[in-house]
């Protein structure tokens, strides 16, 4: 199913006609209503009128996260106070936070977007949303919200935290649905089978995963002890919060952008360079009808690739794949270069391990460090030869991650439910080169 047929659907040509003409509207109107872009278009010698087709996109400045620190908090808002109805800002884990405002239209956008999102999930209004996304300045929880309410569907609006509870709800309110971030969901399982709860004969038969990188194998072990199917979706406060990007249900290969609303690139990190169809690079997005907070190439820092291939569900909108990792949280060890989702990969393909790890990047003398720290199951404990098989564990671990990402690692093969557990975002590397 198609929330909106004749958008979701647009032929190409059409739909580039249409971002043309959006593009036009929105640098013009930068242009004239933030100082900032004002300058970057002049500092680059570009004027609005030179934007005479979607190749002189390239023309233009980007815009970075710094920009919008250096513009805190409402200084990039192309719209008066009076006009914005809701601020939300993203945490950051360095600086400042971002803020991001939005006009009654950009809600009644963002709301649209969302509830596309659920449709290609395989829901309806007949479904009950469990929204365990934080509610708050953190974009994802009245994000899902207004979605959900768009579709007609009954939402259970739960936010963060409290597992417990969420657990019994779970069981009492019987949703379909579930939105929260995919180490959220694997925390509630954990700890609905830790309360002997069979999580597996809820009522729940979706899952709307994102806000943080996951891997497919991540995916199934969630399908596994859920019984449900678990879709990604991708977003960032910035470009407008969850719903930039959603995966359907057709192959479940990459997650459409919604190109009438939003323009994607990939550029190089290193030379701003904008790279041919396919490649991988940092994802850099132009936002085409935001009103109070519109972005010129705005550099995601998410590392990805477009899949430009029609997909079978009908979109036309282009796929960008899982994403790789952050070109600002590649760890670089030892002089290569690694995401912690590739070190994720690795140990979800290894038996006897939980879905919980830990990354320890030090320096010994000029040297980088990793420590691997992963839990293992409760059964690797119960067996008779117990030693023998963590340490068998251990060493195809280091072996693995020698031979699949080229990379030295020590490995502490630690007890279930030791290490930290997360009710949002996880963050599981700790960077004491930086301390
Ligand atoms: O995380 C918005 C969101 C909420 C998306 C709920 C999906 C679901 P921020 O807090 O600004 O916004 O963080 C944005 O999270 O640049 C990515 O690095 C990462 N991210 C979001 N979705 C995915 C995903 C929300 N599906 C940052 N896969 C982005 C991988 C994701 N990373």
Redesign the pocket.
């Known amino acids: 199913m198609i929330y909106n047929e004749e958008f979701e659907t647009l032929p190409r040509e059409a739909l580039e006609a249409l971002q043309f003409k959006r593009l036009q509207q929105v640098v013009l109107r930068v242009y004239h209503t933030v100082g900032f872009y004002r300058k970057a278009f002049d500092d680059a010698g570009v004027k609005p009128e030179d934007v005479k087709s979607l190749a002189d996109l390239k023309r233009l400045p980007f815009t970075t996260k710094q920009d919008l620190r250096d513009n805190y908090p409402f200084g990039m808002f192309a719209v008066p106070m009076s006009s914005v109805v809701r601020l939300h800002a993203?945490s950051g884990t360095t600086g400042r936070a971002t803020v991001v405002g939005y006009t009654k239209r950009d809600i009644e956008h963002w709301s649209e977007l969302m509830a596309r999102c659920f449709v290609a999930a395989g829901l309806t209004k007949n479904d009950i949303i469990h929204n365990a996304?934080g509610y708050g300045l953190?974009?994802?929880g009245l994000?899902?919200h207004y979605g959900a309410e768009r579709l007609g569907a009954s939402v259970i609006p739960i936010s963060g935290g409290n597992t417990k509870r969420q657990i019994m709800i779970l069981q009492d309110f019987g949703p379909t649905a579930i939105c929260c971030t995919p180490s959220y969901a694997l925390n509630l399982a954990e700890q609905g089978q830790a309360m002997g709860v069979d999580m597996r004969s809820l009522k729940l038969r979706v899952g709307v995963f994102?806000?943080?990188?996951?891997s497919d194998k991540m995916r199934n072990q969630i399908e596994d002890v859920l019984d449900i199917q678990a879709m990604?979706?991708?977003?960032?406060?910035?470009v407008m919060?969850?719903g930039v990007a959603m995966e359907c249900t057709e192959g479940r290969q990459g997650m459409h952008i919604f190109e009438d609303h939003f323009l994607a690139e990939i550029i190089n990190p290193l030379t701003g360079e904008v790279l041919p169809p396919g490649e991988e690079g940092e994802l850099v997005f132009t936002t085409l009808t935001k009103e109070a907070f519109p972005l010129v190439r705005y550099r995601?820092?998410?590392v990805t690739r477009l899949i430009h291939d029609p997909c079978r569900c009908g979109r036309s909108h282009v796929r960008m794949d899982?994403?790789m990792g952050?070109s600002d949280d590649m760890l670089i060890i030892r002089g290569v270069n690694v995401f912690p989702s590739q070190i994720e990969a690795v140990l979800v393909g290894i038996d006897g391990l939980e879905p919980h790890y830990q990354l320890l990047v030090d320096r010994e003398g000029t040297l980088d460090t990793l420590e691997v720290q992963v839990e293992v199951r409760e059964e690797a404990f119960a067996n008779a030869d117990e030693v023998k098989v963590l340490q068998r564990t251990e060493r195809r671990i280091v072996k693995d991650l020698k031979d699949y990402l080229g990379i030295s690692a020590k490995v502490k093969l630690v007890e279930p439910k030791s290490l930290q557990r997360f009710e949002g975002k996880a963050s599981r590397v700790i960077d004491k080169r930086k301390i």
Not at 210 to 214: L, V
Not at 232 to 238: A, Q, V
């Open positions: 993203s996304y953190f974009t994802g994000g899902a994102g806000a943080e990188p996951w990604n979706i991708y977003g960032l406060s910035e919060g969850p995601t820092r998410d899982r994403v952050r």
